[in-house]
Nanobody
């Protein structure tokens, strides 16, 4: 399994932007679909975005569509989540997740689909 380390979280004002990064180490990164999930205090973990191992397909939660963009650089073994127009309700711990897939454009969406998880990075959006 891959090991994942997130970075880039922090405190930002509403309307601001942040870019999260998730660096992977371990087996062939290119065969892994990746995702971001988040968990706010007192709430269940929820899907944010996912991307296929080819990078050609991505999907987003309705709550972040048009504001967040997920991308990957397989040469750097890193995925990114560019977050713009941030809202206080985006405040959460953001987790990177990975799962090995066999189809280049497959985008898994459920947390149960993912076998490897990072430790999380805190994002706080002040109003």
């Amino acid at each position: 399994q891959v090991q994942l380390v997130e970075s880039g979280g922090g405190l930002v004002q509403a309307g601001g932007s942040l870019r999260l990064s998730c660096a992977a180490s371990g087996p062939t990164f290119g065969s892994y679909a990746m995702a971001w999930f988040r968990q706010a205090p007192g709430k269940e973990r929820e899907f944010v975005a996912a991307i296929s191992w080819s990078g050609g397909s991505a999907d987003y939660a309705d709550s972040v569509k048009g504001r967040f963009t997920m991308s990957r650089d397989n040469a750097k073994r890193t995925v990114y989540l560019q977050m713009s127009s941030l809202k206080p309700e985006d405040t959460a711990v953001y987790y990177c997740a990975a799962t090995r897939v066999y189809y280049s454009d497959y985008v898994p969406l459920r947390s149960s689909d993912f076998a490897s998880w990072g430790q999380g990075t805190q994002v706080t959006v002040s109003s």
